[in-house]
């Protein structure tokens, strides 16, 4: 085991291979305040790289409703079971224990193995409240009643615990943008990665034997677009980009603004220890309690500063910029009520006006003295 | 811990010449085709099997928590071209894997192939190789009844289509139509790469070299030929498999008759979620006597 450092949990910790961090870091945020849960993510990826044999049930990308609904089943609950009591003060380091250091000294990382009837049900719990919104309640801030949707993808985790236990080798982290690949034609099938990610992320495919997982959309990310579960996404909820540590963080790079600059999204189960590259908006009417457990215990600091947005028109720019281009922004700028994106190279990609122009269209139309309507 | 370990893989190393298995397996000459698979066949009663004790893999993680498979019993006769072995072990089910998170049975072997060098016990080590032949029920499966497809290890399962094949079918477009076989083969990304585990096995066993742990690649075309048959013994059950294999594999190990040489064991029990790495090993070589012809 070396020592290596994760920021996300604010100390050292215990991994199987020394730290290694790659040029450039895939990531994305997503905002779920805005997620509707329409599954498009879930289809792009789906046409993309996964309607053939053996991958019937494999969806690199889900969409599942939280509290209930978890894709394969229950993996969260499992690996948390599994994980035991973790303990995490407010602005102090992680001071329970990772997947890797809480082994069995005989197993790379603690896990379970979901069987067959496990992934068969991709849809289960979906739109799913905690509870009935029953005559005489009304709502507050968090909701008594709640649920939200949480789209996940493989996280490109910097330290990955599905490359961490594959006795082959087989699984590797890109240098030039730190995406995490299974090598197709050394993979034996042993279903090592896929015991292993907590996530689950890692599936098997028993049509060719060997296991499979969400490639980032490399052969766009190559290209300088954003991946399609992104570029697709109707609620405009997600922004793919390269994420620094924090002591590189860059104010002008979208994904350190929001993750490091501003504090408003956090990693998903980051005290499991892989520093997972998926970063979340917290949804500001879900319980608190629930929430702290998924994003630790910052979590009402990032739902407070998220409030604040309001009278922010910097990151209302970026907020506008999300889902407005299929290029991956390197770099934004916003002014004069326009917020702008560039590409690696410097060059301009698109302007979009912080608020859009508005424009009131009167029930009367004065001059073919008519009622307007809306049907099409 | 792994201190411990290599402590221990030091004495063993020592012990080999010392004669721990100064007898050894004894590959009896017999005046047999050997080149194909009888278990039944008559010579095999005049062979006394030797019990091979085996302990659950202590190296490298994940490692098995405890020895499924504590004794093999094996066989082995060769006719001065062709050597075959008859492996029995106990196992309370069949395993043939196929769907998700299932494993298949499967007894491995393994020689050294430089003349004259044993390497590590665990796979061999860099510039000191191992030949492996590694049989799986899985792949028995694909020698009796063809590759398994979704259907096969789903009977029950219904999909309304694969867009691919769809288009192929039913589209109005042209270039869909003519997307051939190939084409569509680039989406199942395990047989683009070329990875032998998407491809039927039609022996029914891998011919395989490795240069340590979790290095082993398949040869192609390999020359060896297994066959397996799990039969039910009162409430428990046994596998009795055969694999034969040419002495000479050119480009793997050479065996030659009237000389000694060495051979390691593993097995898997599947159905108790063993693979890869979690399986039952022996930890020594064992000395494999090969009796001179007659
Ligand atoms: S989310 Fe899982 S599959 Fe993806 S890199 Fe992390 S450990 Fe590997
Ligand atoms: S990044 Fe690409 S491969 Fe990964 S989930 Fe999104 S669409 Fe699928
Ligand atoms: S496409 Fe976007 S809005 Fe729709 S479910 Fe996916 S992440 Fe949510």
């Known amino acids: 085991m070396a020592t290596v450092k994760n920021w996300q949990l604010d100390r050292q910790m215990d991994y199987p291979y020394e730290e290694h961090r790659p040029k450039k870091q895939w990531a994305i945020v997503f905002d779920l305040n805005k997620c509707i849960g329409c599954q498009t993510c879930s289809l792009a990826c789906k046409t993309t790289w996964t309607s053939g044999k053996g991958q019937e049930y494999m969806f690199w990308n889900n969409v599942e409703t939280k509290p209930w609904g978890s894709y394969p089943l229950a993996w969260d609950v499992r690996v948390l079971e599994k994980l035991g009591y973790q303990h995490w003060d407010k602005n102090k380091p992680y001071s329970g224990k990772t997947v890797f250091e809480a082994a069995d000294p005989a197993e790379k990382a603690v896990h379970f193995n979901p069987q067959d009837e496990d992934w068969m049900y991709p849809n289960r719990g979906e739109d799913d409240c905690t509870g009935n919104v029953s005559g005489g309640k009304y709502l507050t801030l968090p909701h008594d009643n709640w649920f939200f949707y949480l789209p996940r993808t493989c996280a490109h985790c910097t330290y990955p615990a599905c490359l961490a236990a594959c006795p082959r080798k087989a699984i590797y982290k890109r240098e030039e943008d730190g995406i995490v690949l299974i090598d197709q034609s050394r993979c034996k099938g042993y279903q090592e990665c896929v015991r292993a990610c907590p996530y689950k992320k890692s599936m098997y495919n028993p049509y060719t034997r060997v296991s499979e997982k969400c490639v980032g959309c490399y052969p766009a990310v190559e290209e300088g677009k954003q991946p399609m579960c992104v570029q697709n996404c109707i609620g405009k909820i997600r922004i793919m980009g390269f994420i620094n540590p924090p002591w590189n963080a860059r104010e002008d790079n979208p994904v350190d603004y929001l993750v490091h600059k501003k504090e408003l999204a956090l990693p998903y189960y980051p005290q499991l220890g892989l520093e997972p590259n998926i970063y979340y908006v917290p949804p500001i009417h879900a319980n608190r309690e629930y929430l702290i457990q998924m994003f630790g215990p910052k979590v009402e600091e990032v739902i407070e500063n998220y409030k604040k947005i309001k009278n922010d028109p910097i990151t209302q720019g970026l907020l506008v910029l999300m889902g407005s281009t299929d290029n991956i922004i390197h770099r934004f700028k916003v002014s004069e009520g326009s917020a702008y994106a560039f590409d690696e190279k410097g060059d301009q990609i698109v302007r979009v006006p912080v608020t859009e122009p508005l424009f009131i269209r009167t029930p009367w139309d004065e001059k073919l003295g008519v009622i307007r309507n809306n049907t099409p | ?294």
């Not at chain 2, 030091?10 to 298995?21: I, T």
């Not at chain 2, 491995?108 to 190789?129: L, R």
């Not at chain 2, 589209?171 to 070329?194: C, N, P, W, Y």
């Open chain 2, 1 to 294: 811990m792994m201190k411990k370990i290599y402590a221990l893989m030091v004495v063993s190393y020592l012990l080999w010449g010392q004669g721990l298995w100064a007898e050894g397996l004894i590959a009896k000459y017999v005046k047999e085709d050997l080149s194909k698979l009888n278990l039944e066949a008559l010579f095999w009663k005049e062979v006394t099997p030797e019990t091979i004790q085996l302990i659950a893999q202590p190296m490298v993680a994940p490692r098995p928590q405890k020895t499924l498979t504590e004794k093999l019993w094996v066989q082995v006769v060769h006719n001065g071209e062709w050597m075959a072995f008859r492996f029995k072990w106990k196992d309370k089910e069949k395993s043939e894997a196929g769907p998700l998170g299932k494993f298949s049975d499967a007894v491995a072997i393994q020689f050294p192939v430089k003349e004259k060098e044993v390497p590590p016990i665990f796979m061999g080590a860099k510039d000191s190789p191992v030949h492996i032949l590694h049989w799986r029920a899985q792949y028995q499966k694909d020698k009796e009844k063809g590759f398994q497809t979704m259907k096969d290890i789903y009977p029950n399962m219904n999909m309304d289509m694969y867009p691919l094949e769809f288009a192929n079918q039913y589209s109005h477009d042209e270039m869909l139509k003519k997307i051939t076989e190939e084409q569509r083969e680039v989406f199942v990304s395990g047989k683009s790469a070329g990875n032998p585990q998407s491809f039927q096995k039609i022996k029914g066993v891998d011919e395989m070299m490795a240069e340590g742990f979790g290095s082993s690649s398949v040869i192609e075309n390999t020359r060896a030929e297994a066959q397996g048959i799990w039969q039910k013994k009162g409430k428990e059950g046994e596998w009795v498999v055969q694999i034969s294999r040419p002495l000479a594999l050119e480009g793997g190990s050479i065996l030659k008759a009237g000389q000694k040489s060495f051979m390691a064991f593993a097995v898997w029990q599947g159905g108790e979620g063993e693979v890869g790495c979690r399986k039952s090993v022996t930890m020594t070589w064992v000395p494999l006597i090969i009796e001179d012809k007659k």
